[in-house]
């Protein structure tokens, strides 16, 4: 992935099931259960970059998601940034910590 510095990107997550041929698009069924999942970014490298999940799910009160995103960049750099879709069926409480990883993917980044 590559970004420029000193900017605020709107960002769509996708997930898709390459198991299939064609690969199958898997992304309504984790909205649809929503409020079972968390997605989660830990940005590793030193890079400069903040995520702020933007979506809510429908628990009370509202829990983020992380289909719908906003990254917004510092300087120049490099690193990686994690990504881990989270299943948390009845513990979900905004945190990473509880559930198990359905899902756990390293991108590397870089900010120009």
Same mark, same amino acid.
């Given at each position: 992935?590559? *970004?420029?510095?000193? =900017? ?5 997550? #996708?997930f898709?099931?390459?198991t299939?041929k064609?690969?199958? !698009? =898997? ?9 079972? &999942? *968390?997605? $989660?970014?830990? =940005?590793? %490298?030193?890079? !400069? #970059? ?5 979506? *809510?799910?429908?628990? /009370?009160?509202? #829990?983020?998601?992380?289909?719908? @995103?906003?990254?917004?960049? %510092?300087? =120049?750099?490099? %690193?990686? *940034?994690?990504?881990?879709?989270? &299943?948390?069926? !009845?513990?979900?409480? %905004?945190? $990473? @910590? ?11 980044? /870089?900010?120009?």
């Open positions: 992935l590559k *970004l420029k510095a000193g =900017v605020t990107y709107n960002v769509s997550v #996708l898709l099931d390459e299939k064609p690969a199958g !698009n =898997v992304t309504d069924d984790i909205y649809d259960r929503r409020n079972y &999942h *968390l997605i $989660c970014f830990d =940005v590793i %490298g030193g890079i !400069n #970059l903040t995520v702020t999940r933007t979506d *809510l799910d429908t628990n /009370t009160p509202a #829990l983020p998601i992380g289909l719908q @995103d906003k990254f917004t960049t %510092g300087g =120049v750099g490099s %690193g990686k *940034l994690n990504v881990q879709l989270r &299943h948390q069926p !009845n513990a979900k409480n %905004g945190s $990473c @910590d509880p559930g198990s990883s359905d899902a756990d993917v390293d991108f590397n980044i /870089t900010i120009q």
